[in-house]
C-alpha cells in the first residue's frame, strides 16, 4: 500500500518553528505512545520462542544515578541514592539478567555489544563497576562482543575511575561533555565544568581507548552564535574519535518544561530550530575541513574504517536487545518493551521473580521493514536491495508518493540502488521520517 505524505509533515512547515515542548528525537517505531501493559504477555512469549538465526543479541544496562540532573533531562535518574541503594539496585539488574539469560529466546547466545547507559554509569564507583560487570560477564561472556560502549561524566572521571572503566572491556567510552562554556553548562543543571571536561579528556586518552566519543548539544539555555563558534574550536582541538552533536528539544517532563508550564509559556528558551541545524551544519563543515566524515544526522568520525557504533548499526538492522534495569528499552524477537520506569515497583517485581516489564508491543512484518528503514534513513542513505532480500519490498514503489515529495523539496536523492540524503535533509531528518509512518501512527508533534 502506497500511502499519501502527511501534509501535517511537510518540512516547509516546520523550517522556521520556535523550539516547543515535546520529543522530537526519532528511536523506535511504532511510536513509544502506541505501546500499553495489555501487551506484557507478549515479552513472555518472545522471550520463551525459539532463538532467531542471524539476529544479532545487545545487553543494555540502566545505570540511573547523576550527581545532578539536568534542566532538559527527560531519562529515570536518581540523585538521593546512597551506596546501599546502589547496591541493591545492582543486585537486583543482575537478577534480572539471570532470568532473561535462562530463557529460550536468550539461550547459549553471546551479546555482539554491551551499553552502560544512564544516568551516569561513570557515577558508580570503580569496585562498584568492577564487581557488576564481573557478574553479567558471568552469565552473558563478552568474550564475542564486537563493542563495549559505556557512558561517562567528565566530573565522575578521575584516573582510578577510569583505569578501572577500560580494564573491565570499555572499548567505546562517550563523554557528555554538552558545552565547554562554564555559564552555559551552570544554566542548564550540568554537573561538570570546563576544567573538569579538559582533565577527563586527557585521562581518557592516556588509558588508550579503541574510541573516545564526544556529545555537543546544539541550542542549550543561553547558547550564542559566539559560544557555538568556540564549541566547534575546542572540539577540533580535542580531535576525538568521533562527535556527536543533538539538537536542543525539551520534552514535558523535564525542568525546562515545567518553569515553561509555571510561566505560562508556549517557546522554550532555547535557539529555534532553524538556527540548530545551522549551527549543526556549520559543526560538521568545520569537522569535514579537519578529516572528518560525517556518518549521520548526529555524527562525525576521524576515521570511518576503524571508528564503528556498533549499538546504533545493530538496532538500526533488527539485532535483539535485552533492556536491564529500571525503564529500559530492549527488544525480543519483534516485540518493544520497556521495563517498570520506578524503582519501588521495579524492584519488588524483581524480587517477587516476575519480569519488570511496564508496556510492550509486538510489532507486525510491516511495522519492522518501517522501523528499519526510518532509522536507516537517519544514517543518510539506505539500500534497496537489503530491503528487497530481508523483507521482499521494493521501497520506491512503496513509497513513491513520500520519495518524490522529498525529492522535489531537495532533501534526498534516489537512484536505482538507493537513497542519499542531502545535508539539509539529513539535518531535520526526524522531521522527514513521519512521512512513512503508517497512517494510524502519526501524530502532530513535528520539528
Keep these: 500500500m502506497n500511502s499519501e505524505p502527511s501534509p501535517l ?77 546502589i547496591q541493591t539496585y545492582l543486585d537486583a539488574t543482575i537478577a534480572e539478567l539471570k532470568s532473561l539469560a535462562a530463557r529460550p529466546l536468550i539461550a547459549g547466545r553471546k551479546p555482539h555489544f554491551v551499553y552502560f547507559g544512564g544516568g551516569t554509569p561513570s ?8 564487581e557488576l560487570t564481573d557478574r553479567m560477564k558471568a552469565i552473558l561472556p563478552w568474550d564475542a562482543a564486537e563493542e563495549i560502549a559505556f557512558e561517562g561524566e567528565p566530573g565522575t572521571l578521575n584516573a582510578a575511575k577510569l583505569a578501572a572503566i577500560k580494564q573491565v572491556g570499555v572499548t567505546r567510552l562517550s563523554l557528555g561533555i554538552e558545552h565547554f562554556d562554564d555559564h552555559v553548562l551552570e544554566i542548564n543543571g550540568r554537573a561538570h565544568r570546563s ?83 545551522r549551527w549543526v551544519k556549520e559543526a560538521f563543515a568545520a569537522l569535514e575541513s579537519v578529516g572528518y566524515s560525517v556518518g549521520s544526522g548526529y555524527t562525525a568520525v576521524l576515521n570511518p574504517a576503524r571508528t564503528k557504533f556498533i549499538y546504533r548499526d545493530a538496532l538500526w538492522s533488527g539485532a535483539d536487545l535485552l533492556g536491564v534495569g529500571v525503564a529500559s528499552f530492549g527488544h525480543a524477537a519483534g516485540v518493544h518493551y520497556q521495563n517498570l520506569t520506578e524503582m519501588e515497583p521495579y524492584l519488588a517485581a524483581i524480587n517477587a521473580g516476575e519480569l519488570p516489564i511496564k508496556r510492550a508491543f509486538r510489532t507486525s512484518p510491516e511495522e519492522r521493514m518501517i522501523r528499519e528503514f526510518i532509522l536507516q534513513m537517519k544514517l543518510g542513505h539506505v ?41 539539509d535533509g539529513l539535518l531535520c531528518v526526524d522531521t522527514l521520517l513521519h512521512e512513512f509512518f503508517l497512517a494510524q501512527h502519526r501524530t502532530a508533534k513535528i520539528v
Design 9 to 85: 509533515s511537510a518540512p516547509a512547515q516546520s523550517a522556521k518553528a520556535a523550539t516547543t515542548a515535546g520529543n522530537y528525537f526519532i528511536s523506535n517505531y511504532p511510536p513509544f505512545s502506541f505501546w500499553s501493559d495489555h501487551q506484557k504477555v507478549e515479552v513472555e512469549m518472545a522471550l520463551n520462542s525459539e532463538s532467531p538465526a542471524g539476529t544479532k543479541l545487545g545487553l543494555y544496562h540502566h545505570i540511573p544515578f547523576c550527581r545532578k540532573r539536568c534542566h532538559f533531562c527527560y531519562f529515570r535518574v536518581y540523585t538521593d541514592k546512597n551506596a546501599k541503594e
Design 123 to 130: 557515577y558508580l564507583s570503580a569496585k562498584q563497576l568492577t
Design 195 to 277: 576544567g573538569e571536561v579538559y582533565a577527563a579528556y586527557e585521562r581518557a586518552r592516556a588509558e588508550n581507548f579503541s574510541q573516545i566519543n564526544i556529545d555537543l548539544i546544539a541550542g542549550m539555555v543561553e547558547e550564542t552564535e559566539a559560544l557555538w563558534q568556540k564549541n566547534i574550536e575546542e572540539v577540533i582541538k580535542l580531535r576525538p574519535d568521533s562527535v556527536t552533536i543533538y539538537q536542543m528539544e525539551v520534552p514535558y517532563n523535564t525542568t525546562i518544561y515545567k518553569e515553561m508550564k509555571s510561566a505560562g509559556k508556549l517557546v522554550a528558551p532555547v535557539a529555534d530550530w532553524a538556527t540548530k541545524r
Design 383 to 423: 539500500a534497496f536491495g537489503y530491503f528487497r532480500e530481508k523483507f521482499g519490498v521494493d521501497l520506491a514503489a512503496r513509497f513513491s508518493a513520500q520519495l518524490s515529495h522529498l525529492a522535489e523539496e531537495g532533501f534526498i536523492t534516489a537512484t536505482a540502488d538507493e537513497i542519499r540524503l542531502s545535508r
